[in-house]
């Protein structure tokens, strides 16, 4: 019997397992070159299929040298041009032609290139995918109860944290170290399973980097040239609870439910955001809303009833232009890190979703600065309405985000009002923070400690003042400028004697210039 395998067959050990099962034994099997420059395609990238594919060719030889089947490579290898048309099925073209030139059965798992085959006239032998008893990986055995991660790295000793949430510890788990051969063959068995596994799939697969989903664990498998070795690192939750779990005030509950709203869940690595977003999408659907997710990898612990997407062809912004062709009341976005996660929250908060992301801060008010410079000052309160802050598993700081127009703490001339932001601890109704523009800078200021006004507040705000009135003087001299608040809307500058008509310009028409921008009266003095 003359078989022709094309890549799924080789990649995924069907062959050599029908060979050992004595249904191919004495078989002569023809590997087109095509075949071998996919997979070395693939090796080359830093995919594990590749190695697979090329693992299962060493297995066939063996087979070859011990006289179990006749093995012979056949064809050309492709040309830059059929590669750049691999994905239109030119490569698959190739290996079909091969059947058909050597009169061999075509051996496939991919049911399209079965039924091409069969339309272009050749036998073919389809081989469905098995149903395998999934037994336990070897990553299994460093997980305990208590484990939330494990990092496996070539040369070094197995490590893993754990404790409870918000209470984590790195510690050593074997003192003998890992191997490369060792780290090869848990990853070869961990992407294999998520091929078979119904809960398993390949999430990324690029050049050196395969990140994989089996069940509630994510595995991260890294190899050179993308890092310095082997190494995996196994992610799993160790805590699913439900929002009443949280000591959460009823006030905070009626706000989450009684409208869609802006809500970021901040706090540091480890603090139990993503545990506590999952407990927030159950609660939204349980009140009736319809919830979906945006997660990258996607690996929140949420019920059927919530969809869970990824990016649509590497984009979270494609996956927006669906979501809200689907209008969900609620999306939950875990997690927020690179600019364009920021302006795809903000799209889909501005078109009347409710969103909950999830962010990383290691202060509450550091979450709200985070998208400052990111979206329009003025627009942040529409987008973000609520912050809460997550430590150590606990909810520890809820903040209320409001938009007004008014002068800010600290200054009292009326012409000094302007778009402000208070940032407001929910329980107390206490402001802890402001955030408005003063002239180019955006500020920040802390209004409160503990729900009491800061003393220093004003001396604060009119230090902020020396430095922009120091900063617009400075562009129209060359001398040292020095800057002294009197009040509020008064400052005095000392410059040296010669900048003294510079700044105040023909007709004192440039310091009456300077004064409007500012908005503050300047008294220009000679340095003593």
């Not at 009626?254 to 407990?279: D, N």
């Not at 208070?422 to 802390?446: A, L, R």
Request: with cysteine; charged share 30%.
């Amino acid at each position: 019997m003359k078989l022709v395998p094309d890549t799924s067959v080789i990649i995924d050990g069907r062959i050599t397992a029908k060979v050992k099962s004595g249904e191919f034994e004495c078989a002569e099997i023809i590997i087109p070159e095509a075949v071998i420059s996919e997979l070395e395609a693939q090796a080359n990238q830093g995919r594990e299929i590749g190695f697979n594919g090329l693992k299962e060719l060493k297995k066939l030889n063996e087979m070859a040298k011990d006289k179990k089947i006749s093995l012979k490579y056949v064809g050309k290898r492709p040309t830059l041009e059929q590669i750049k048309l691999a994905s239109g099925g030119e490569i698959d073209s190739i290996i079909r032609s091969v059947a058909i030139q050597q009169d061999a059965v075509f051996v496939t798992s991919d049911i399209v290139q079965s039924e091409v085959a069969r339309a272009k006239g050749l036998e073919v032998i389809y081989l469905y995918p098995e149903i395998e008893e999934l037994k336990s990986l070897s990553i299994d055995s460093y997980f305990t109860k208590d484990t939330m991660s494990v990092h496996l790295k070539e040369k070094v000793p197995p490590m893993a944290k754990r404790g409870t949430v918000g209470k984590m510890q790195l510690m050593k788990i074997r003192k003998k170290h890992c191997t490369e051969k060792e780290l090869h063959d848990m990853a070869h068995e961990i992407t294999e399973r998520a091929k078979r596994d119904p809960e398993g799939f390949i999430e990324f697969d690029r050049k050196g980097a395969t990140v994989v989903q089996l069940g509630l664990m994510r595995i991260a498998i890294a190899r050179p040239p993308f890092s310095d070795g082997i190494e995996i690192t196994a992610v799993r939750p160790i805590a699913k609870v439900s929002l009443d779990s949280y000591k959460l005030s009823e006030e905070l509950k009626a706000r989450l439910s009684e409208k869609q709203r802006g809500v970021l869940i901040a706090g540091s690595p480890g603090a139990g955001k993503s545990t506590f977003a999952a407990s927030v999408a159950e609660f939204l659907q349980k009140e009736g809303y319809v919830v979906k997710t945006m997660e990258s990898p996607r690996d929140l612990q949420v019920s059927d009833a919530i969809t869970q997407y990824s990016p649509l062809g590497g984009s979270m912004a494609s996956t927006a232009n669906i979501l809200l062709l689907v209008r969900p009341d609620y999306t939950i976005y875990d997690e927020l890190r690179k600019t364009s996660d920021f302006q795809v929250f903000a799209d889909m908060r501005l078109a009347g979703v409710g969103m909950v992301g999830v962010v990383h801060a290691n202060r509450a008010i550091d979450a709200l600065q985070r998208l400052i410079g990111r979206i329009e000052l003025g627009v942040i309160p529409q987008v973000v309405d609520t912050i809460v802050f997550i430590d150590k598993g606990e909810v520890s700081l809820v903040y209320n985000i409001k938009f007004t127009v008014k002068v800010p703490s600290g200054m009292i001339e009326q012409d000094l009002s302007r778009p402000v932001i208070d940032v407001i601890n929910f329980e107390t109704g206490q402001p802890e923070y402001e955030v408005y523009t003063y002239g180019e800078q955006v500020v920040v200021m802390p209004v409160s400690e503990a729900g009491k006004p800061i003393r220093a507040l004003k001396r604060s705000v009119w230090k902020l003042a020396e430095k922009e009135v120091q900063k617009e003087i400075s562009r129209h001299v060359r001398g040292p400028v020095d800057v002294e608040m009197m009040s509020d809307s008064k400052a005095v500058v000392y410059l040296d004697q010669r900048d003294i008509p510079k700044v105040l310009g023909k007709g004192g028409k440039r310091i009456g210039s300077i004064e409007r921008t500012l908005g503050i009266g300047i008294d220009v003095r000679h340095r003593p």
